[in-house]
């Protein structure tokens, strides 16, 4: 069965530094999306992306994120200067409709 | 605003006790309604999408229904490996983001 992966599954990194998650979405879909989970609290969705480009993003999702979709076949998330509070659990999903498939996570961890 | 509330946070039952957990919703316009299941330190695992009232699904021990206000997760004689978080999330309007709940704390003791 067709599954998102996701790498690294685990990123230890220092404030201030950049960090780079990186997905592959299920082969046939066209949506894409990244969200987040603080610890303890709910899934917060970051950005949906579609046809090479961002079509909705959250407040969360600022200047220090980006995306992109470098191949075929996968999309990463980069955080240019990671902060204390970006440390969460990042999942990214993707659909070719309502449904949307997640993958297993990167637990990013900011020193 | 959507808003995605679920109930109870943490519901421990014994093998076999059937019960049901609840997620109310506010959105304007409902596309979709979804359950996942999340284990601990995992990401949310899809079950059910249900799209309009009346709608039921089903899946081994588990059911999901909505109104126009509400949906359950009717889980029947549940077994010690359905403990986990199940997540209830919505889609409404044009928009593609999921609005998620807080979860239910599923433990199913032997």
């Known amino acids: 069965e067709p599954e998102v992966t996701q790498t690294p599954s685990h990123q230890v990194t220092q404030m201030g530094q950049e960090v780079i998650l990186r997905c592959v979405p299920i082969?046939?879909?066209?949506?894409f999306y990244w969200y987040r989970q603080i610890l303890g609290q709910k899934v917060e969705f970051l950005v949906s992306?579609?046809?090479?480009?961002?079509?909705?993003k959250s407040e969360i999702f600022d200047d220090q994120f980006s995306v992109e979709r470098p191949d075929g076949s996968n999309f990463t998330l980069k955080i240019r200067s990671t902060k204390l509070e970006d440390s969460a659990m990042y999942f990214c999903?993707?659909?070719?409709?309502?449904?949307?498939?997640f993958g297993p996570g990167t637990r990013l961890l900011v020193l | 605003e959507d808003q995605v509330t679920q109930s109870p946070e943490a519901l421990r039952l014994q093998e076999g006790e059937s019960s049901s957990l609840n997620c109310s919703y506010t959105?304007?316009?409902?596309?979709?309604l979804f359950w996942y299941r999340q284990d601990p330190g995992k990401g949310p695992e899809f079950l059910f999408t249900?799209?309009?009232a009346g709608e039921e699904k089903e899946k081994e021990r588990l059911k999901a229904t909505l109104t126009k206000k509400e949906s359950f997760l009717h889980i029947t004689a549940p077994k010690p490996e359905d403990s986990a978080t199940y997540l209830c999330?919505?889609?409404?309007?044009?928009?593609?983001?999921?609005?998620f709940g807080s979860g239910t704390q599923l433990t199913v003791l032997p």
């Open positions: 999903a993707s659909s070719d409709s309502e449904t949307q498939y």
């Open positions: 082969s046939n879909h066209l949506y």
């Open positions: 992306f579609y046809n090479n480009e961002i079509s909705e």
């Open positions: 959105v304007s316009g409902l596309r979709g």
């Open positions: 249900l799209y309009s």
């Open positions: 999330a919505v889609l409404s309007g044009s928009a593609r983001q999921l609005t």
